[in-house]
Every structure is written in structure tokens, then in C-alpha cells.
């Protein structure tokens, strides 16, 4: 008899966004733009900011919180952690140790995971993996990044578009519903285009560093944008595409959300219309890694999604990395 392959199915979903809005008017008080420029450019109008003191752990264990009461299940029953993101609480401890401790999961092991926007993706095939091949029943993957603690709210090339947030899903195991395809890439000479470049052990804080503001995010924003437009268009065109889907067999295409117009682009190849198209840039900004993750949260309340659904994720982000991901739906929408 041939073994059953399990798949790994997302069975529950839950986010947290900081109460503070941040508006595009707020940040013409604070650097020389526009609402107008910011909105026709990037799609964005407002973005949330945690408050003084909160940071990932905390948005992680708040999205993680709405997921177990969701499903009604106790963090003891979690196997696994895992914590994608870019602005972690400290270098070390992880903050999947954080997450573990704040919620209980005794039963838990986890770690942290480093991929900037597409590390949500990296995050799902390294725990579908613990789920199909049975090490695991049940993984939480986590999405989540205090970019404002990293931003250089002087610098308009950056400030505007990124934003804070947490999103975390359940995985576990299914014959039928969850990942059936991915591809994902890495490509390491895109990395001098969007970066943060001190703070690690290359280049240690020091006055230097501080002086010379290299603990923010730096972005050759035209670059990105180019390599973003073609990498996330045409992985998420192959893993459609060789799934034998396209134009309407894709109930909701779920891209990253960096800019409206790297959007609309991957949707055209696509062959989508808005309708199919998951968007949330408007209200929270590029949030990195908590970008999937809150996108599958909102489409799940709002009943988006119905079982058996066709989803395609996909990201573009630092590194460069990139991927999409093809998900048969395994949650049934609610009553
Ligand atoms: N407000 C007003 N003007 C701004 C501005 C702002 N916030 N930011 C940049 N500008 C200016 C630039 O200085 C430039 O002026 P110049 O021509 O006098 O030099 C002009 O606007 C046009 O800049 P450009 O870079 O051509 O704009 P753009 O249309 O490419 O949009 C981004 C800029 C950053 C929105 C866009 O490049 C982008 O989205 N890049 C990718 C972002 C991304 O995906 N990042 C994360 C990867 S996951």
C-alpha cells in the first residue's frame, strides 16, 4: 500500500496591527511628500506603528492569541514555532523563545527565520515540511516586523512605505487541503539594494554607525522595484501555470504588499481581475514578513475563502528572494 503523503494545511489564522495609525498626512509633518505623491505611487494611505516599548514578540504573541481562541485550542498542543521576520525583539534570544514563553507552549520547539518579505513564505515551506514528513501535527508560522523601529522617519525614500504588523497560521496535517506547490529563490547579488548594514557582526553599533544612521533600512528604491515587477510576476505566472491555473481557476491571488504597482503587474500576467486580487497596501503598508500572514487573516474573517478555494501567495523582497506558493484552501468559511 502506498504511505500517505500529508499535506500541510493551513487550519487557523490570526493577526494583530498596533492601534496607532500613522496617515500620509502624519508623515507630510514630517518629511517633504505628499499624500497625493505617496497614494499614486506606492497605493498606500496610512500605515500602523506600535507604541513605545511594543515590539515583534509581543504583535506575534497578540496574533497568536487570536488564532488559539479562534480554533479553541491550548498552545500546549503546538510542536513548533516558527518566527519569520527582520527586526527580531534582540539578536538572541530568538524571538520564537519569546513567543513560546509568552503564550506557554511548553511542548514547543521554534526558531527565528531571516528572509525579509518573502520570509513568511520561507517560513510556510520549512513548516509544512515538519508536517508532511510526520515530524509534527501542529506548527505555528509566524509573520512579523516592527519596521518603524528601523525606519529613518527623515529619509522619504523609505518612511513612507513600511509599516507594522503580525500574522501567524496553524499547520496541520491533510490528505486533501494546504501547500501543494512552491518555488522559491535567493538571489544574493540584489543584496546591495535594500539592506540595513550595521548592527551585525560585520559592522557592530558603535557611534560611528549610529552617526552615520546605518542602523535604518536603506533602499535604491528604482532597482528593487524593476527586479520586484519581474521576480514576483513571473514565479507566481510558473507555479500557476504548471498547476494547469489561470485567469478564473485562481479563486484569490495573495501578493506581497509593497507597492500597488508590482501588484498589478504580477495580476495582468496573471490574467486577474480586482476581484481575485488580495489587497491591503491602503491601510498597512509594506509590513515585511507579517504581510502574508495578516493578508490570510483578513481573508479568513471576511470570508473570503471557501474550502477547496485555489490560492497562490507570492513575495518579492531583500536578498533578493522571491517565491510563490500554491494552497487548496482547508478552512470552511464561516456561517
Ligand atoms: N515623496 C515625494 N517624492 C519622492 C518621495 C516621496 N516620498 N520618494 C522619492 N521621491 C522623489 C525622488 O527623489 C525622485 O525625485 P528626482 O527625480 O528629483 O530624483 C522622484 O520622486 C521619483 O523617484 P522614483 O524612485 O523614480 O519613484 P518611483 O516611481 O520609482 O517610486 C518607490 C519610488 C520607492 C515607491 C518605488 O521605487 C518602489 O516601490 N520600489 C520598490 C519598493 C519595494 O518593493 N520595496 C520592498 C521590497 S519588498
Not at 505611487?41 to 488564532?67: D, F, H, W
Not at 504597482?261 to 509590513?287: C, E, H, P, Y
Not at 475563502?305 to 497562490?312: E, H, R, T, Y
Amino acid at each position: 500500500m502506498k504511505p500517505i503523503q500529508f499535506r500541510a494545511n493551513i487550519t487557523g489564522t490570526g493577526k494583530y496591527l498596533p492601534e496607532k495609525v500613522l496617515s500620509n498626512q502624519d508623515i507630510e509633518k514630517l518629511v517633504d511628500t505628499s499624500d497625493e505623491w505617496i497614494q499614486t505611487r506606492t497605493g498606500i494611505r496610512e500605515r500602523r506603528i506600535v507604541k513605545n516599548g511594543q515590539a515583534t514578540a509581543e504583535m506575534s504573541t497578540n496574533a497568536i492569541i487570536q488564532l488559539l481562541e479562534k480554533r479553541d485550542i491550548s498552545a500546549e498542543e503546538i510542536d513548533a514555532i516558527i518566527v519569520a521576520t527582520i527586526t527580531p525583539d534582540m539578536m538572541f534570544p530568538s524571538t520564537a523563545a519569546i513567543i513560546q514563553s509568552n503564550i506557554k507552549a511548553k511542548n514547543a520547539w521554534g526558531y527565528d527565520l531571516s528572509s525579509a518579505c518573502s520570509g513568511f513564505l520561507f517560513g510556510m515551506q520549512s513548516g509544512a515540511a515538519l508536517i508532511s514528513s510526520g515530524q509534527c501535527k501542529k506548527v505555528i508560522v509566524v509573520g512579523a516586523d516592527t519596521m518603524s523601529s528601523i525606519l529613518n522617519f527623515e529619509d522619504r525614500n523609505t518612511c513612507i512605505l513600511f509599516g507594522d504588523g503580525a500574522g501567524a497560521v496553524l499547520l496541520e496535517p491533510s490528505e486533501e487541503y494546504g501547500v501543494i506547490d512552491s518555488e522559491l529563490r535567493v538571489d544574493g547579488s540584489g543584496g546591495e539594494y535594500l539592506k540595513m548594514d550595521a548592527g551585525g557582526s560585520r559592522l557592530p553599533a558603535s557611534h560611528h554607525t549610529v552617526d552615520n544612521k546605518q542602523h535604518f533600512v536603506y533602499q535604491d528604491g528604482k532597482s528593487v522595484f524593476k527586479h520586484a515587477v519581474k521576480g514576483m510576476a513571473d514565479i507566481s505566472y510558473q507555479v500557476a501555470s504548471r498547476n494547469n491555473l489561470m485567469g478564473s481557476d485562481i479563486d484569490l491571488f495573495i501578493p506581497h504588499q509593497a507597492n500597488k504597482r508590482i501588484i498589478d503587474a504580477a495580476a495582468k500576467k496573471l490574467g486577474l481581475s480586482d476581484s481575485q486580487v488580495m489587497i491591503n497596501i491602503d491601510r498597512f503598508a509594506n509590513t515585511t514578513a507579517a504581510t502574508l500572514p495578516i493578508c490570510l487573516a483578513e481573508a479568513d474573517e471576511e470570508n473570503m475563502l471557501s474550502l477547496g478555494d485555489n490560492v497562490i501567495l507570492s513575495a518579492f523582497g531583500a536578498g533578493f528572494s522571491w517565491g510563490a506558493m500554491y494552497i487548496k484552501w482547508g478552512l470552511p468559511a464561516y456561517a
